[in-house]
């Protein structure tokens, strides 16, 4: 049988449904040596860049190469991540299967949401003498909350109770928490009970109510839809609607391995939801969820040094950040932080695009929209080991993956982006178990900001080089300014000594320079200065700096290793001006004298002492030049 491949997409926000169903499709896939990918966004609402530039990570898949792709439809936030995965895997004809969410002509899996909250209802008025309550509801127009709105209202007016109000939840924990504290503020009336639209809304709720001191269930009654992991760790715990996830993953995986053989676009199955009576709601929790919950409650103090660590490694990773400038820096300097923790596994890939640390903002933004066709791996670990970074094909998905007969192995991809800025994503193999927890979220988020801030440093360093060069670099003939001389070539000389070394400092001035300015005019006069800049870089060794020191006067220091005296060494630099200048044929008289001064590490004094010292040895050469150039521009003036 050919080696196959199933893919999963989902949001990793509802993490608990994503490990039900991935453990389950796991189980199966392993049975018959079929490779998983997982792919988890951790999109909201909301309709902002940092969540809709997540949806690229879709781009990066090429559906020919799956055998199957099952959508986990229902925890999609946003329409245009199902509708990606649909129109992708429909145009390759490859089967797909929906979870919680009908789509046209996708099979679908579901558990109904109507029979679990009409048992919930029935169990508080019955078993509990609820006569009032209040709903708590997702996120308004939503299916799901949709039916169970209906059901709780169905099952209200069937055993006359009143329900007083609706409020919004919008099926997360902070939402739910405000309105039940306004609610409380206000001072209105409590009701029996609090009906959740799901779990996390009902442990805002009682957050709240613990918060103003109402018992809970002994005042108020809160129930959920979902159970959820978290809500078994609460006191009281939750009182919730099961929806056989624990069987979803298996469920799907079998019936899209029938879609391959026999496809049947109409297909659907639905199971039903189920009350599970518990502590919030005025019930004894069972055997089993109370010895789960103890064993949370054993791991608390492990779970807390673990996020300790957690926020060590991305303290690191900012630190380690802030000192870099440039891509190879960062590959050692957060590839050292990546090495010495362990979060993501033994095998992991961190892939970036390729122009992340080359452009700037607004260059980077407007070219950069989708993963380039090329991708870096910029840091990766094999059975535990660093290796290498290199480039490979964004279609490969995994770098340099390969089908391997008789083993099942699990990919988890994460994009990475911060706002409209692409960054790349992360592979995990093997090992799914940040995806089940919220900690691949707030790795994903911190790395982000750590790849944000690192770009950031970049090109602040480059904007900052590019300012002190500016800073130091005369305008009008592009080598060093006064003070770039006191600051980089002075700071050699002083370099040079602390290492043993010698310098030759030469100070060279045009002759007559007043003369030129008068007689030619100050354009004719700029030329000579930028002429003599060039020909003085021209006719000095390599690895000479350079600078203008004044209006006609120049500095040149270097390396001094020769047998030569300073004297001579300047009469064969002022011969290599000369002949530049020659070569130039410009329309005026142009000569330049030099000076100079050899420069031992022991040598005391400072570097206007060393100036003066060079200057006093060209004062014969220069007094000479003046007495030529003086008759030159008496002919030329006719007097």
Sequence with gaps: MNKKRIAIFGNGWTNGFYKSVLEGVMA??????????????????????????????????????????????????????????????GAAGVPMISLEVRLPGIPYIGTENYNGMCELVTHLATEHGVKKVVYVRGIEG???????????????????????????????YYISSENTQKWIDDGRELPDAFICANDHTAIGVMSALNKNGIDVPGQVKVTG????????????????????????????????????????????????????????????????????????????????????????????????????????????????????????????????????????????THW?????????????????????????????????????????????????NYQDFLI???????????????????????????????????????????????????????????????????????TQKKKGLSTILLFADIDRMKLINDNYGHLEGDLAIRATAGALKASCPSGFLFGRYGGDEFVAVGNYEGKETAEEFCLKITENIKGHIERLHVRFPLSVSVGGQIITPDQAGDVKDYIDAADRSMYDRKEEAHRRLDVKFKAKDGK
């Design 28 to 89: 199966e896939a392993e049975k018959e040596n079929v490779d998983v990918f997982a792919f988890v966004s951790y999109v909201l609402w909301d309709r902002t860049p940092q969540n809709l530039f997540q949806l690229n990570m879709i781009d990066v898949v090429r559906p020919e190469e799956f055998d199957g792709a099952i959508l986990l439809t229902n925890t999609m936030n946003a329409p245009e991540e199902h509708d990606k995965v649909v129109a992708l895997f």
């Design 424 to 494: 790349g994503y992360v592979v995990i193999k093997d090992d799914p178990s940040m995806v089940y927890s919220q900690e691949l979220r707030r790795w994903v988020t911190n790395m982000d900001n750590v790849f944000m801030a690192m770009r950031q440093n970049i090109f602040t360093l480059k904007a900052n080089k590019r300012l002190r060069e500016i800073y130091m670099t005369d305008f009008l003939t592009g080598i060093y300014n006064r003070t770039g001389c006191e600051d980089v070539l002075f700071g050699f000389i002083e």
């Design 225 to 364: 839809f979902d159970c959820i992991d978290e809500g078994r760790v609460t006191f009281p715990m939750l009182a919730t609607i099961t929806r056989g996830w624990d069987r979803l993953g298996t469920y799907a995986y079998l019936e899209l391995k029938r879609q391959m053989e026999h496809p049947d676009p109409d297909y659907e199955a639905e199971y039903e939801s189920s009350f599970v009576p518990s502590e919030s709601c005025g019930c004894e929790a069972s055997p089993q969820d109370s010895a789960w919950r103890m064993n949370k409650v054993r791991s608390v103090y492990t779970e807390n040094i673990q996020r300790v660590t957690f926020d060590s490694y991305f303290q690191d990773m900012t630190i380690a950040a802030g000192k870099t400038d440039g891509k190879e820096e960062f590959q050692h300097t957060m590839g050292e932080v990546l090495n010495n923790y362990n979060f993501l596994g033994d095998n992991f890939w961190l892939c970036t695009e390729p122009e992340l640390f080359e452009l700037e903002d607004n260059v980077y």
């Design 368 to 416: 950069v929209k989708g993963y380039s066709e090329e991708l870096d791996v910029i840091f990766w670990k094999k059975e535990g080991m660093r290796l290498e970074p290199f480039r490979f094909k964004k279609h490969d998905m995994v770098p340099g993956y390969a089908k391997i007969d008789n083993e099942s192995h699990l990919y988890v991809f994460s994009p990475l």
């Design 142 to 172: 939503h299916p799901e909350d949709a039916i169970r709105q209906q059901a709780l209202k169905d099952t209200v007016a069937k055993y006359g109770m009143e329900l007083l109000d609706i409020i919004d939840g919008d099926f997360g």
